[in-house]
Every structure is written in C-alpha cells, then in structure tokens.
C-alpha cells in the first residue's frame, strides 16, 4: 500500500478546492432553493444542513438561536466539501494525468458525491429530505460545481521541464 505524501501547497490546495466547490454548491442552492423555488430563506437554508446532525430540532427554533444553528450549518457545509476535496486528492488526484481525464473524473466524482449523499447519507438522517433525482438538487448541480472545481484546482501537475541552461552540457573549459 502506498502513502500519500501531502505538502504545505497540498494543503492549500486543498483547502483552495474545497472552499469554491463550497461556495459554488451553497450559490446553487441558495438560488435554487431560496430564489427560484422559495422553499426556504437564507437562515433556514443552512439550518437544513444542520438538520443532518441535529433532525427536525435544527428548525425548532429563530433568532440568535436560529442563527447559530444556520452557523453550525454553514461549518458542516465547509467541512463536508473540504473533506470531499481529501478524499479526491487521495483516492483520484493520481490519475488526473490530462485534461481529459480531469474533466471527465470531476464529472463523475461529483455526481459520485451526489448519489451518495442522495441515496445514503440523508435517508440515514432524522430529517426530511427530497426523493432521489427529485427536485432541483439534480447530479449535474454537484457534478459541475463540486467535482469538476475539485478536480481542476487538484489535477495532477505535468512534469516540470528543466530549463535549457539545466540540459546543455557545460561547455569544457579548453574550448575557448
């Protein structure tokens, strides 16, 4: 079994990709959801994911305490994209070779991520949730603005290409 050697430009990487996959996917909701749909305001919207953790009492309460649950919903948010963003520097960054591959493994991983969370994580919680492939979370929304963020700020870098200087040989000092 291989190890993983992680760097400090890893770690910001890392933390670089989680941080737009998680601002990207919390847009889409917010204008799916909140704008679009009106199925929620912006409070009660982070109070869903917060939900996942603490069931139907995520929505039990508003003002000051409405809002720090909206918080703690926020936090689950970065943490779960951030934590998305680890588990594909782990398992797939090493086969993001080319573009292509980057691309299509964002794709899928992101939509990986949405049937996941889908078909396993939210029937697993105490909290009402959407049918799978129902309502505007579709696969697409994850895979575009979670996997493929991802994928292309983590992509594997080519090679370096040593400078010319680097390749021609030094001259030998009786050559002048």
Not at 11 to 24: C, D, E, F, N, S
Not at 49 to 57: D, E, K
């Given at each position: 079994?291989?190890?993983?050697?992680?760097?400090?430009?890893d770690l910001q990487?890392?933390?670089?990709?989680?941080?737009?996959?998680?601002?990207?996917?919390?847009?889409?909701?917010?204008?799916?959801?909140?704008?679009?749909?009106?199925?929620?305001?912006?409070?009660?919207?982070?109070?869903?994911?917060?939900?996942?953790?603490?069931?139907?009492?995520?929505?039990?309460?508003?003002?000051?305490?409405?809002?720090?649950?909206?918080?703690?919903?926020?936090?689950?948010?970065?943490?779960?994209?951030?934590?998305?963003?680890?588990?594909?520097?782990?398992?797939?960054?090493?086969?993001?070779?080319?573009?292509?591959?980057?691309?299509?493994?964002?794709?899928?991983?992101?939509?990986?991520?949405?049937?996941?969370?889908?078909?396993?994580?939210?029937?697993?919680?105490?909290?009402?949730?959407?049918?799978?492939?129902?309502?505007?979370?579709?696969?697409?929304?994850?895979?575009?603005?979670?996997?493929?963020?991802?994928?292309?700020?983590?992509?594997?870098?080519?090679?370096?290409?040593?400078?010319?200087?680097?390749?021609?040989?030094?001259?030998?000092?009786?050559?002048?």
């Amino acid at each position: 079994m291989s190890t993983v050697r992680v760097t400090r430009n890893d770690l910001q990487r890392l933390l670089v990709a989680g941080t737009i996959a998680a601002v990207l996917d919390a847009t889409f909701a917010f204008f799916a959801y909140v704008v679009i749909a009106g199925r929620y305001d912006f409070e009660s919207l982070l109070q869903y994911i917060a939900s996942g953790l603490l069931g139907h009492y995520a929505f039990a309460h508003h003002g000051v305490t409405g809002w720090l649950i909206a918080a703690l919903g926020f936090a689950l948010h970065f943490g779960i994209s951030l934590s998305v963003a680890g588990i594909f520097f782990v398992a797939l960054r090493p086969f993001t070779t080319t573009r292509m591959r980057t691309v299509a493994l964002g794709l899928l991983y992101g939509a990986a991520v949405w049937m996941f969370n889908a078909g396993v994580v939210l029937p697993l919680t105490d909290t009402r949730h959407e049918p799978f492939l129902g309502g505007w979370y579709i696969p697409f929304d994850h895979a575009l603005f979670v996997g493929l963020p991802i994928a292309i700020v983590l992509a594997s870098r080519a090679p370096r290409l040593t400078p010319i200087r680097a390749r021609v040989a030094p001259r030998a000092a009786t050559e002048h």
